[in-house]
T-cell receptor, first 115, second 115 residues
Framework: AQKVTQAQTEISVVEKEDVTLDCVYE???????LFWYKQPPSGELVFLIR??????QNEISGRYSWNFQKSTSSFNFTITASQVVDSAVYFC????????????FGGGTRVLVKP | DAGVIQSPRHEVTEMGQEVTLRCKPI?????LFWYRQTMMRGLELLIY????????DSGMPEDRFSAKMPNASFSTLKIQPSEPRDSAVYFC?????????????FGPGTRLTVL
């Protein structure tokens, strides 16, 4: 069965610091997709990025960047120059072909950005 | 375009009462998912539908829970009778085809409190 582990339960930083969130996944499938979602204090889940298992190219979107390494089964997320609005819980998730569209979520990492 | 719509946003009820949560997926999306989020168990999939047909309900905790999707634009999750341990945030999500490659878009959630 597939599994997603986010070992960091909470990270606290001061504004403008960089913060990296770790995500390690387990699956026997060679075809899978990885996702990151953000859950701000208001509670909704906001989609951030999707990456397939065949595309190890890193991605940058504004202050957000993602590092996908199949060799270590990791899909880490970095927020550069953090802002107070980045305070949220961030979830990493996985889908595999055998499970269709079922998302397996990690436990989430709470990021607190202090002014 | 409207996102996933859920109602009510908050529900407080007493143990033993029937609770009905409602969801309207994004127009044109063929797959719908119900998730539950608790502190103890995190985000867990309860059931999902493809083209209005339940595909996997293995996450439904027990017979007190039931879900229906009478048409492509509406789904309900019913708990009868409700118990305090059902207190959680219930999310509805939709995706275009239900394939592994598809991104799931979440509604704002319904916060359920059973007293």
């Amino acid at each position: 069965a597939q599994k997603v582990t986010q070992a960091q339960t909470e990270i606290s930083v001061v504004e403008k610091e960089d913060v990296t969130l770790d995500c390690v996944y387990e699956t026997r499938d060679t075809t899978y997709y990885l996702f990151w979602y953000k859950q701000p204090p208001s509670g909704e889940l906001v989609f951030l990025i999707r990456r397939n298992s065949f595309d190890e190219q890193n991605e940058i979107s504004g202050r957000y960047s993602w590092n996908f390494q199949k060799s270590t089964s990791s899909f880490n997320f970095t927020i550069t120059a953090s802002q107070v609005v980045d305070s949220a819980v961030y979830f990493c998730a996985l889908t595999i072909k055998a499970a269709g569209n079922k998302l397996t979520f990690g436990g989430g990492t709470r990021v607190l950005v202090k002014p | 375009d409207a996102g996933v719509i859920q109602s009510p946003r908050h529900e407080v009820t007493e143990m033993g009462q029937e609770v009905t949560l409602r969801c309207k997926p994004i127009s044109g999306h063929n797959s719908l998912f119900w998730y539950r989020q608790t502190m103890m168990r995190g985000l867990e999939l309860l059931i999902y539908f493809n083209n209005n047909v339940p595909i996997d309900d293995s996450g439904m905790p027990e017979d007190r829970f039931s879900a229906k999707m009478p048409n492509a634009s509406f789904s309900t999750l019913k708990i009868q009778p409700s118990e305090p341990r059902d207190s959680a945030v219930y999310f509805c999500a939709s995706s275009s085809r239900g394939a592994m490659t598809d991104t799931q878009y979440f509604g704002p959630g319904t916060r359920l409190t059973v007293l």
